[in-house]
């Protein structure tokens, strides 16, 4: 079974600050993606990684997938308010497969 | 309107009823998926199917069952409901990039 485990779980900061969410799997994915969730709503892509080692930003948000493809990074800098929310990533099996697993979740909260 | 259509959005249902809710996509995908979300917790896969004559359990399919009654409609059914199928559960479709339907929230008291 592919198991993915976010941390930390839960995370309150002050606005301002830089803060790491991590995905960490025992399985190798084709692909990972990071997702946001605000209450009441499905979640929404933020970003795919394919290749070992991928680094994408996204305006203060850098994803890093690792070399081995098992485990991934979310880096914010300079968090703000508008970032809180539960971020999830999910990954696809290999060999072309699309059965996507999602994490544990990380809820992010940002003190204004 | 929205690409990937769930009815309904809520629901309260007893213990023992047969509940089912509809999932309704116009995005062309062949790939759909129904997962479950507890408070606060990430997504756990419930069934998917890669096509109408294609469906695979997840990781939690006991208690549930689906029918792919056409490309674009995937849908999920409680036979028996019971209060820890309390949830909020989501529809969802994919070809590269998985789009989600706006959740059901599911009550069974």
């Known amino acids: 079974t592919q198991l993915l485990e976010q941390s930390p779980q839960f995370l309150s900061i002050q606005e301002g600050e830089n803060l790491t969410v991590y995905c960490n799997s025992s399985?190798?994915?084709?692909?990972l993606q990071w997702y946001r969730q605000e209450p009441g709503e499905g979640p929404v892509l933020l970003v795919t990684v394919v290749t070992g080692g991928e680094v994408k930003k996204l305006k203060r948000l850098t994803f890093q997938f690792g070399d081995a493809r098992k485990d991934s990074s979310l880096h914010i800098t300079a968090a703000q308010p508008g970032d809180t929310g539960l971020y999830l990533c999910a990954g696809a099996g290999g060999s072309g497969t699309y059965k996507y697993i999602f994490g544990t979740g990380t809820r992010l909260k940002v003190l204004a | 309107d929205a690409d990937v259509t769930q009815t309904p959005r809520n629901r309260i249902t007893k213990t023992g009823k047969r509940i089912m809710l509809e999932c309704s996509q116009t995005?062309?995908?062949?790939?759909m998926y129904w997962y479950r979300q507890d408070p606060g917790l990430g997504l756990r896969l419930i069934y998917y199917s890669f096509d109408v004559k294609d469906i695979n359990k997840g990781e939690i399919s006991d208690g549930y069952s689906v029918s792919r009654q056409a490309q674009a409609k995937f849908s999920l059914s409680l036979e028996s409901a019971i209060p820890n199928q309390t949830a909020l559960y989501f529809c969802a479709t994919s070809r590269n990039t998985i789009y989600f339907g706006e959740g059901s929230w599911l009550t069974v008291v």
């Open positions: 995005k062309g995908h062949d790939r």
């Open positions: 399985s190798v994915f084709s692909s």
